[in-house]
């Protein structure tokens, strides 16, 4: 078994290329997601709705799963979303009930898609404003350049295996 010194022992000089760029890439990583959780705190302090999504796991997934633009159109039910997430119906049944009272989300008006639910159109832009955040967030980090490399070496490995 490993001792918590074994892992920071080593030099980045006796690193091979692979682990120099796992490291850096884990790195990149872990800093992405620090920045990314301080952010989260301030959005659950600054907005009811960040608050609303960010309360657990699965009304995060939930919001993701609203948004997706296959479903955009129509909307889904609660069993399309349940078998989805794959979670218990009765789960996603509080969820839209709480998320329409809050105005999050809405009914499809069409009468034959009454059952389905659509996003909000704030729901659908501030998913859209995360999206630009997580995006601009890595690239401006400057973490990506350093820590790119090791998503590239994973790609090769996996070709070669499957050549």
Not at 19 to 33: C, G, I, S, T, V
Not at 46 to 65: H, V, W
Request: net charge positive.
């Amino acid at each position: 078994m490993n001792k918590p010194t074994d892992f920071i022992k080593h030099s980045r000089n006796e690193l091979s290329i692979e682990e120099h760029a796992k490291f850096d890439f884990l790195d990149a990583q872990a800093k992405f997601e620090l920045q990314l959780f301080k952010d989260r705190e301030r959005w659950i302090k600054e907005s009811s709705m960040s608050a609303y999504f960010q309360s657990t796991r699965i009304k995060a997934a939930f919001a993701r799963q609203l948004i997706l633009w296959e479903h955009r159109q129509f909307g889904q039910t609660v069993k399309m979303i349940a078998i989805s997430l794959e979670i218990p119906r009765e789960t996603v049944s509080r969820i839209v009930t709480e998320c329409h009272a809050a105005g999050y989300i809405c009914r499809n008006p069409d009468p034959d898609y009454q059952r389905y639910w659509l996003p909000s159109e704030k729901l659908v832009d501030d998913m859209a404003k995360y999206a630009e955040y997580i995006a601009t967030t890595w690239l401006n980090s400057g973490f990506y350049e350093s820590s790119s490399i090791y998503p590239e070496l994973i790609r090769y490995r996996n070709m070669k295996r499957n050549a």
